[in-house]
């Protein structure tokens, strides 16, 4: 299960709390991931429903960044947030009158950017290594557990408290571990 305790950390195993854990990239430029990390929120595709709706409480979510600034930023290809769904619910919010993105809420973790090249080869939802951006061209990507503790590892990620690192490993089914 993976849930925020009452000390307000993350603490999470396989499982989440609508059933099998699930593993996700999403895709935003980094002044955009940046927003939604001050705000402890995600939006994607442009503030559409529809991918946000896939996620569930306690689904795990590593954001990646293509470009520093929507639409013409410079290339950063880089992940550059990690964090867990809080409730799963989707919300809408009115930024101005013609623009009501759809959010939802996440708890992101301290970590630092990583750059993706260097991964490309060891990531097994990438299937041409060549072509490796095709796999970010939906703007959510559901991954494997060890793909997700890998770039977990790669972007230093802990748990808020800074006492874990987020993909330490421990015994039985659980992968990783948020609590400290």
Known sequence: MALID???LLTGELDSVAGTRRFWIGVASSDHVN???KGAFMQLNHGKRAPLRRLTAGDALIMYSPRTAYPDGEPLQAFT?????VTGDVYQVQLTPDFQPHR???QFVPSRAAHIKPLVEH????????RWGAAFRFGLVKISARD???IAERMGAVSPCGAR????????????HFAS
């Open 6 to 8: 009452g000390n307000g």
């Open 35 to 37: 927003v939604g990390m």
């Open 81 to 85: 947030a990690i964090g867990t769904v």
């Open 104 to 106: 939802v809420d996440v």
């Open 123 to 130: 990531l097994s939802f990438i299937a041409s290594k060549s």
């Open 148 to 150: 997700f503790a890998l």
């Open 165 to 176: 690192k987020l993909n330490e490993r421990i015994p039985s089914s659980r992968i990783w």
